[in-house]
């Protein structure tokens, strides 16, 4: 027998779980200080009514010969991929049933998706990154190339006559920085994987807080972008469903390599490796894109997107440089008095208790950076922004 040598290439333990341990230990060592959360991105507000509705409903359907339901089908129910493909009709996008695919989250997908592709292909990931992309491609022994995002570029890269990769992940509205894509900007990333044969992972987790004009809610919104793009998103951060697990992946017919449908490779992969979404969850999702569903939750996003403009007041009036927050739930400020993004972690747990996410977690170019989630408590959003204005005061 052996392992699987990669993991010993990875990072000694995921960056969430390092977070959540030295707070743990800070907390045991000052059991009276208050902490404020405001380190991973997961969400406060309850499932939205239509939501829980639904899941009572089909709970009930369960505990009844007539509705029980054994197991469902691996790509899900029918109603859902219904649903999600008007989610994407009304924003212009038009897709097939067969191209939408029920999953438990875009983590597992995102992960998962490699096994259709050689082990040889090169992949390419912005830095700084959500940090999964990297692992799943470590653990699979992938050679894993960077392009840098950083304050010149905006933190969009962009491709050049350079760009050189078999995959590349994309993610818009970006995690961390809040960095958000173009419409414009995507149809170059389509071009050069046109022209490249290349394919583009596109992480759509965060489309919903999209407000501003001409930024991107799906890369299917360019022309030619089904040729070369999978397209990965969830109901964690739209609906709240981080507990509930429920997500989509988007693989389209039109994804032709060495004679082989990708679509029917997912679908073999999913049939094989997947027995699908529970019946009771997937009922849930569905709501969310009801009339009632989407009013409550287009109400829960102006929270979220509230406690953004809170922290980002209060990065103001202390002088910080920080990007996002607009198109996305994540404000990534430059930290001050050039303190590395560590020692800025340690040093606002400590002076103001409030708990964020170090920049360089996310990779060698978010070094000197740090990132705050809007998806906490308002009142604690309000009390962290107000510790954090006058600790960094303190620094001048
Ligand atoms: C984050 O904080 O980056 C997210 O919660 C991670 C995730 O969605 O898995």
Redesign the pocket.
């Known amino acids: 027998m052996r392992l699987n040598k990669h993991y010993s290439e990875l990072n000694e333990s995921y960056l969430?779980s390092t977070i959540s341990h030295k707070v743990a230990d800070y907390q045991a060592a000052h059991p009276d200080k208050d902490i404020i959360r405001l380190g991973?991105?997961?969400v406060t507000l309850p499932l939205a009514k239509p939501v829980i509705e639904a899941l009572h409903k089909a709970v009930d359907e369960m505990g009844n010969k007539e509705t029980f339901r054994g197991y469902g089908p691996e790509q899900g129910y029918d109603f859902l991929r219904e649903a999600i493909r008007k989610y994407y009709e009304s924003r212009g996008v038009g897709l097939e049933l067969g191209e939408i695919f029920v999953s438990d989250g875009?983590?597992s997908d995102l992960g998962n998706l490699l096994d259709l592709f050689d082990v040889n292909n090169t992949v390419l990931v912005p830095d700084p990154v959500?940090p999964?992309y990297v692992d799943d491609n470590v653990m699979a022994g992938r050679t894993i190339r960077y392009m840098a995002a950083n304050a010149e570029n905006n933190f969009l890269p962009m491709p050049d006559d350079a760009t050189d990769a078999d995959i590349v992940y994309l993610c818009s509205p970006n995690?961390?920085t809040g960095a958000a894509y173009t419409t414009a900007q995507l149809a170059q990333w389509v071009k050069w994987a046109r022209e490249h044969h290349a394919i583009i992972l596109y992480d759509a987790?965060y489309e919903c807080f999209v407000s501003e004009e001409g930024c991107a809610r799906s890369i299917y919104e360019v022309e030619g972008a089904k040729e070369v793009a999978v397209e990965v998103c969830s109901f964690?951060k739209i609906a709240g469903f981080t507990g509930t697990r429920c997500g989509y992946t988007v693989v389209p017919f039109a994804i032709e390599q060495e004679g082989q449908s990708l679509n029917k490779m997912w679908l073999r992969r999913q049939t094989t490796k997947f027995n699908g979404v529970p019946y009771i969850v997937q009922r849930g999702a569905e709501a969310v894109f009801t009339e009632e569903g989407m009013k409550e939750i287009q109400h829960n996003l102006d929270y979220y997107r509230n406690n953004a403009a809170v922290i980002a007041a209060a990065l103001d009036e202390a002088g910080v440089w920080y990007c996002g927050g607009k198109n996305s739930p994540y404000v990534w400020m430059r930290c001050p008095a050039g303190m590395k993004s560590w020692d800025f972690f340690d040093w606002l747990l400590e002076t103001a208790n409030v708990v964020g996410?170090p920049g360089s977690g996310f990779g060698p170019c978010g070094e000197g950076y740090f990132r705050l989630?809007a998806f906490g408590d308002a009142a604690k959003t309000v009390e962290a922004a107000d510790r954090l204005k006058k600790a960094l005061a303190t620094l001048k």
């Open positions: 969430f991973i991105g997961d875009a983590k959500y999964v995690n961390p987790a964690s996410t989630t």
